[in-house]
């Protein structure tokens, strides 16, 4: 995959707010935040994302959380906090990763399990589409959903992304599915 820096694009914004939710670059500090809402959410976001497939600790999110500040300086993804309007607590994760030179990059998200059925994951989804699209002039995105996460699945409805098929599971080995996955895109 061809990596392209695109950190250094003066327009780049680190936040992004609908009046609701904020989404925000990960900054040191957030560590405990973040472990403290995938222990919550394991049981729910364990099976769907390797991060957090073996449990949740401490040093796991400490990694977790520089490993994507790093990638966030050096081109390779991008990853934001989700936060309501009027509070700093950590609702969740939503960034874009698999950024392509050709213009594309996959979505990924999560919102912890106390914090479900609200509309934040949707609203996450579309703040980062929006950076996606305005701060690193991408042309599509994708987001791969596991069959079996229906809740995944209808973020991707509600943000309006297109289905596209059904992509079968690989052998997982690097760079292929792990699951039986829905494809739906989102356009310029």
Not at 2 to 21: A, F, H, V, Y
Not at 31 to 37: D, I, R, S, T
Not at 70 to 94: E, M, N, P
């Given at each position: 995959?061809?990596?392209?820096?695109?950190?250094?694009?003066?327009?780049?914004?680190?936040?992004?707010?609908?009046?609701?939710i904020?989404?925000?670059?990960?900054?040191?500090?957030?560590e405990?935040a973040?472990?403290?809402?995938?222990?919550?959410s394991v049981?729910?976001?364990g099976?769907?994302m390797?991060?957090?497939?073996?449990?949740?600790?401490?040093?796991?999110?400490a990694r977790h959380?520089?490993?994507?500040?790093?990638?966030?300086?050096?081109?390779?993804w991008?990853?934001?906090?989700?936060?309501?309007?009027?509070?700093?607590a950590?609702?969740?994760?939503?960034?874009?990763?698999?950024?392509s030179a050709s213009?594309?990059?996959?979505?990924?998200?999560?919102?912890r399990?106390?914090?479900?059925?609200q509309?934040?994951?949707?609203?996450?989804?579309?703040?980062?589409?929006?950076?996606?699209?305005?701060?690193?002039g991408?042309?599509?995105?994708?987001?791969?959903?596991?069959?079996?996460?229906?809740?995944?699945?209808?973020?991707?409805?509600?943000?309006?992304?297109?289905f596209?098929?059904?992509?079968?599971?690989?052998?997982?080995?690097?760079?292929?599915?792990?699951h039986?996955?829905?494809?739906?895109?989102?356009?310029r």
């Amino acid at each position: 995959m061809t990596r392209i820096k695109l950190c250094s694009m003066p327009s780049m914004r680190t936040e992004l707010s609908d009046g609701t939710i904020t989404i925000r670059a990960y900054e040191p500090g957030i560590e405990l935040a973040v472990f403290e809402a995938a222990r919550e959410s394991v049981p729910e976001v364990g099976p769907w994302m390797r991060t957090w497939r073996g449990g949740a600790t401490y040093a796991i999110a400490a990694r977790h959380v520089a490993e994507s500040i790093q990638a966030w300086h050096t081109g390779t993804w991008y990853d934001f906090a989700i936060t309501r309007i009027d509070s700093a607590a950590f609702l969740g994760r939503v960034g874009l990763d698999q950024i392509s030179a050709s213009g594309t990059a996959n979505v990924g998200y999560w919102v912890r399990t106390g914090q479900t059925g609200q509309g934040i994951a949707t609203a996450a989804v579309r703040l980062v589409a929006r950076f996606g699209f305005e701060d690193l002039g991408l042309r599509r995105l994708e987001l791969l959903v596991a069959a079996d996460n229906l809740a995944s699945r209808r973020v991707a409805e509600k943000v309006g992304a297109t289905f596209e098929g059904i992509l079968p599971a690989g052998p997982h080995g690097q760079g292929e599915l792990e699951h039986t996955s829905y494809c739906f895109s989102l356009d310029r």
